[in-house]
């Protein structure tokens, strides 16, 4: 069972920077595919970004590209997202999600994966 952690959530202005954490308890983190999600208040869940095991293919939302950045740290089993220039409609609770698998054909669909972290709160203000 992995479990996932996400931190590093919180209050940022437009234009600013944030970076989300996700940390694994699993041993095995280097070979699972991995992604973020966000759910803003009565929505449902978005694709925002994911990753392959190495880190060397990433996909992205295309309301983030050239915006935010995924990225892993297998050595530290942590996950990524790198939020630069944030605006008020990428506020959300954003969730960490991880697969049984290296690779995955669908990074963008939820059901793809099988583990995901409670979620961290990012709120940008104008």
């Known amino acids: 069972q992995v479990q996932l952690v996400e931190s590093g959530g919180g209050l940022v202005q437009a234009g600013g920077s944030l970076r989300l954490s996700c940390a694994s308890s699993?041993?095995?983190?280097?070979?699972?595919?991995m992604g973020w999600f966000r759910q803003a208040p009565g929505k449902e869940r978005n694709f925002v970004a994911g990753i392959n095991w190495s880190g060397g293919s990433t996909y992205y939302a295309d309301s983030v590209k050239g915006r935010f950045t995924i990225s892993r740290d297998n050595a530290k089993a942590t996950l990524y997202l790198q939020m630069n220039s944030p605006k008020p409609e990428d506020t959300a609770v954003y969730y960490c999600?991880?697969?049984?698998?290296?690779?995955?054909?669908?990074?963008?669909?939820?059901?793809?994966?099988?583990?995901w972290g409670q979620g961290t709160q990012v709120t940008v203000s104008s």
């Open positions: 699993g041993r095995i983190f280097g070979t699972r595919a």
């Open positions: 999600a991880a697969s049984k698998y290296p690779t995955i054909s669908a990074y963008d669909t939820p059901k793809t994966y099988d583990y």
